[in-house]
């Protein structure tokens, strides 16, 4: 009996210590973390460095650099694309006809960590 507490012990011991590797998760109150959200929801369209303007191998779609834009530029825009701040009428942002594209990204993310990213996108050079 005593074995099966400890092993039980044990395995919630290595339940919380592998949560605490998860980047983040909305839910769950970890800080966000802004750079690996980036690298993980942004590089392969906007680059490592925030200076891509269009998809690979498509010259169709094109768009802004967005390293440097102001904090609060970001986090407003990708509020909007989100469908948050502009609910009131329904209309997703939707600047350059792609904001489709913007939406299925931002759908996931909770405020705090568009608030996160965009500082992010603010520093990138
Ligand atoms: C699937 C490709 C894709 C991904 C992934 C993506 N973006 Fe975008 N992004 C776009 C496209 C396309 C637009 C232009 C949308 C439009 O037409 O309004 C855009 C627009 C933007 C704009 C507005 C630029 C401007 O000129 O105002 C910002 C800011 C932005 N993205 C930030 C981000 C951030 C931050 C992430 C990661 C959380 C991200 N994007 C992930 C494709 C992507």
Same mark, same amino acid.
């Given at each position: 009996?005593?074995?099966?507490?400890?092993?039980?012990?044990?395995?919630?011991?290595?339940?919380?210590?592998?949560?605490?590797?998860?980047?983040?998760?909305?839910?769950?109150?970890?800080?966000?973390?802004?750079?690996?959200?980036?690298?993980?929801?942004?590089?392969?369209?906007?680059? %490592? &460095?925030?200076? !891509?303007?269009?998809?690979? /191998?498509?010259?169709?779609?094109?768009? $802004?650099?967005? #390293?440097?834009?102001?904090?609060?530029?970001?986090?407003?825009?990708?509020?909007?694309?989100?469908?948050?701040?502009?609910? %009131? &009428?329904?209309? !997703?942002?939707?600047?350059? /006809?792609?904001?489709?594209?913007?939406? $299925?990204?931002? #759908?996931?993310?909770?405020?705090?960590?568009?608030?996160?990213?965009?500082?992010?996108?603010?520093?990138?050079?």
């Amino acid at each position: 009996m005593k074995k099966i507490v400890l092993s039980m012990l044990l395995a919630s011991i290595g339940l919380v210590a592998s949560e605490g590797t998860v980047p983040y998760k909305s839910g769950l109150l970890l800080p966000p973390q802004a750079d690996k959200i980036y690298e993980k929801e942004c590089t392969h369209c906007h680059g %490592k &460095d925030g200076k !891509q303007t269009g998809f690979e /191998g498509s010259s169709r779609v094109t768009y $802004s650099e967005i #390293a440097g834009m102001d904090t609060a530029e970001v986090a407003k825009t990708l509020k909007e694309y989100r469908g948050g701040v502009k609910s %009131k &009428d329904y209309q !997703q942002l939707n600047k350059y /006809g792609y904001g489709a594209l913007m939406r $299925s990204v931002t #759908a996931d993310l909770s405020w705090d960590e568009i608030d996160a990213v965009a500082k992010y996108v603010n520093g990138l050079k």
